[in-house]
């Protein structure tokens, strides 16, 4: 079946403007996860889902960032009023909520001129 | 809090050989530990978890130890091939709903 989902797969955009990333998960994965990795660094947490609840924001850097999930399903990570910090590879996971491996989209890489 | 220790500098092995990788944590022991590989411009695809009740774990050419004493986890790759060349990264939980926390991971070069 098919995997983990993300788009768009690279963004561009000026300082200033806002950005929407989309993460389609595996179909019946209840948990979703967003990510952030920097050139050179680990895997930075962002915020998780437990269905269309997002019961642990605390990674979210700043209140420029929020995430949404409707239906139990796809997730959008905005972030507004990006800002050159805000470059990097922005990458989402889904897991059962039985089971404890996260499957990895591809990510996006965002670029912030 | 919690801080992952993975060797920042790569490792680079001829063909054939066993690779090592190391894996240390600072604070607390988690209930569970995991690897992933990454591969340039890709997501992390799990590997191996071990639980903190076991001391080894094996699946095929990997195995993977958790020494909760040493706060330790070594990821071993027998008989290396060159497509083994990736990113290996070691996560921890941090408790309850599977929230990971990531190290920087280890670039590995297989060498023909």
């Known amino acids: 079946g098919a995997g983990v989902s993300q788009s768009p797969s690279n963004k561009v955009t000026e300082k200033g403007k806002d950005v929407e990333l989309r993460c389609d998960p595996i179909s019946g994965h209840t948990a979703l996860y967003w990510y952030r990795q920097s050139l050179g660094q680990g895997l930075e947490f962002l915020i998780y889902f437990q269905g269309n609840s997002a019961p642990d924001k605390s990674g979210l850097p700043s209140d420029r960032f929020s995430a949404e999930r409707t239906g139990g399903s796809v997730s959008t990570l905005t972030i507004q009023r990006t800002q050159q910090e805000d470059s990097a590879v922005y990458l989402c996971?889904?897991?059962?909520?039985?089971?404890?491996?996260?499957?990895f989209g591809p990510g996006t890489r965002l670029t912030v001129t | 809090s919690q801080k992952i220790e993975q060797n920042s500098e790569a490792l680079n092995i001829q063909e054939g050989k066993t690779a090592t990788l190391t894996c240390n944590y600072t604070?607390?022991?988690?209930?569970?530990l995991q690897w992933y590989r990454q591969d340039p411009g890709r997501g992390p695809v799990f590997l191996l978890l071990i639980r903190e009740n076991e001391k080894e774990k094996r699946k095929e050419r990997l195995k993977v130890t958790f020494d909760t004493t040493l706060k330790q986890s070594l990821f071993h790759i027998t008989a290396s091939q060159p497509a083994d060349s990736a990113t290996y990264l070691c996560a921890l939980d941090r408790g309850g709903y599977n929230k990971l926390i990531f190290g920087a991971g280890t670039r590995l070069a297989v060498h023909p």
């Open positions: 996971a889904s897991s059962p909520v039985v089971t404890d491996e996260q499957y």
């Open positions: 604070n607390y022991s988690p209930a569970y």
